[in-house]
C-alpha cells in the first residue's frame, strides 16, 4: 500500500470567558491518496506457444490445438482433471487489494525467412471464464472451452474478457487454436500475443 500524502488542517478553537461564553471552531480535512497493488503471473507454457505435436510440421488447411491445450498432468496447476486441462494459465498474486481483468491481443505471425504472413486472425482463444458452454467436439462440458472462439485481435479485447474480476490468488485457464489457411506457402512463422491484469477497481 502506498500512502500519498496526507495534509492536516490546523483547527483554531477560541474560548471565551464572560458572559457571552462563545466557542467557535474551525473543522480541517484529511486527505489520503492509497494506490492498490495489482500482480499476476503466467505460467511458464504460456511464454511460448507452439501449435501442433511438439516439433511436428503443420498442414494446409488445417486447425491445431495449441500444444498444450489439454494437458491434462497432475502438475501444481494441472491436478489431472477436465476443468482445468491447460498448461496455459494466469494467476493473481495473493497479495492484490482489488481483483483484475484480463485481456489478450495479438499480432500477425511473420515467415523467419521471408515476407509471407499468417494473420494473426487465423488464431483464436478461450478461457475457463469467457466461454462455458464447452462444445468441442470430443471433450467433456467441463472444460468449459470453445473453437474457434474469439479471434485475437490487434487491440486488447475489453469486450471479451480472458478473465474478469479475478479475485485474489485464484486462477484463470485458456486455450490457443490456429487454422492454417490453403494457400499457406511453408515456412516458420513467429509471433507474438500479449495479455494485461488490470485493477477492476473492484476490492479483493
Not at 8 to 26: C, D, I, M, P
Not at 102 to 124: A, C, H, M, P
Not at 188 to 203: A, E
Request: contains cysteine; glycine residues 10%.
Amino acid at each position: 500500500m502506498f500512502l500519498g500524502y496526507a495534509v492536516f488542517s490546523v483547527v483554531h478553537e477560541y474560548l471565551y470567558s464572560g458572559s457571552t461564553g462563545l466557542v467557535t471552531s474551525n473543522v480541517g480535512n484529511f486527505t489520503a491518496n492509497v494506490a492498490s497493488t495489482i500482480a499476476c503471473t503466467w505460467s511458464n507454457f504460456a511464454v511460448n506457444i507452439t501449435f501442433g505435436a511438439p516439433g511436428a510440421s503443420l498442414t494446409q488447411g488445417t486447425s491445431y490445438n495449441a500444444s498444450q491445450n489439454y494437458n491434462y498432468s497432475n502438475g501444481p496447476l494441472g491436478n489431472g482433471s477436465a476443468v482445468n486441462g491447460s498448461l496455459y494459465n494466469v494467476t493473481a498474486a495473493s497479495t492484490n487489494t482489488v481483483r483484475v481483468n484480463i485481456t489478450v491481443k495479438g499480432e500477425d505471425l511473420y515467415e523467419s525467412v521471408g515476407l509471407n504472413v499468417l494473420r494473426i486472425t487465423n488464431v483464436t482463444w478461450g478461457s475457463n471464464v469467457t466461454f462455458a458452454n464447452g462444445t468441442y467436439p470430443g471433450v467433456t462440458t467441463a472444460d468449459n472451452m470453445t473453437y474457434p472462439g474469439l479471434p485475437l485481435n490487434y487491440t486488447f479485447d475489453n469486450m471479451h474478457k480472458v478473465a474478469s474480476l479475478l479475485t485474489v490468488g485464484s486462477t484463470a485457464w485458456y486455450r490457443f487454436w490456429l487454422n492454417v489457411t490453403n494457400t499457406l506457402p511453408a515456412g516458420l512463422y513467429i509471433g507474438n500475443y500479449t495479455m494485461q491484469c488490470t485493477d477492476s477497481g473492484t476490492p479483493a
